[in-house]
């Protein structure tokens, strides 16, 4: 597997992906049909970092971080993850979570705070595996499931 930073050539696949998540109703809370100005304001304009994960060359997984809030807690980072259906369970999640997390750093971030949306998302475990706490709940966030609030200090 091979970790880079996202090019714009590499925009129109990750739209795509993340399209199907959306369509899917899978770990994140826009609804479908997702246009394209929506998925660039959310994973392309503010980021800090977009890095592709590429299997064989093809797309495998991403993630995005931006800060968090501005100004004075601009220290704190939010990331956004996703694998594509068929690469789950091979190592990719915690592989860009674990990238993230020194990228966060390397950008100057010193806590990474994001929030996953259905609370009977496995990703749980690979977050809690790498140190993240659970630090609040959003009752009933989307189609009646529970949000919950991740952070880690970087």
């Not at 826009?30 to 590429?54: C, G, K, N």
């Not at 091979?90 to 994001?114: K, Q, Y």
């Not at 496995?122 to 499931?145: H, Q, T």
Request: net charge negative; aromatic share 12%.
């Amino acid at each position: 597997m091979d970790l880079a930073a996202a090019t714009a050539g590499d925009h129109d696949e990750l739209f795509a992906a993340f399209s199907r998540i959306v369509d899917a109703g899978e770990g994140f809370p826009q609804a479908p049909p997702l246009d394209r100005a929506e998925f660039d304001d959310y994973w392309l304009v503010h980021a800090a970092a977009v890095v592709v994960a590429r299997e064989h060359g093809r797309l495998a997984g991403a993630y995005y971080l931006k800060a968090n809030f501005v100004g004075r807690a601009a220290h704190i980072a939010n990331a956004g993850y996703f694998v594509v259906a068929e690469c789950r369970g091979s190592g990719i999640g915690r592989a860009l979570v674990e990238h993230s997390m020194g990228e966060a750093r390397r950008l100057g971030f010193d806590a990474l705070l994001f929030n996953l949306v259905f609370e009977s998302n496995p990703a749980r475990r690979l977050y809690e595996s790498l140190g993240f706490a659970v630090v609040g709940r959003v009752p009933r966030a989307v189609d009646g499931e529970d949000a919950l609030v991740y952070w880690r200090q970087l």
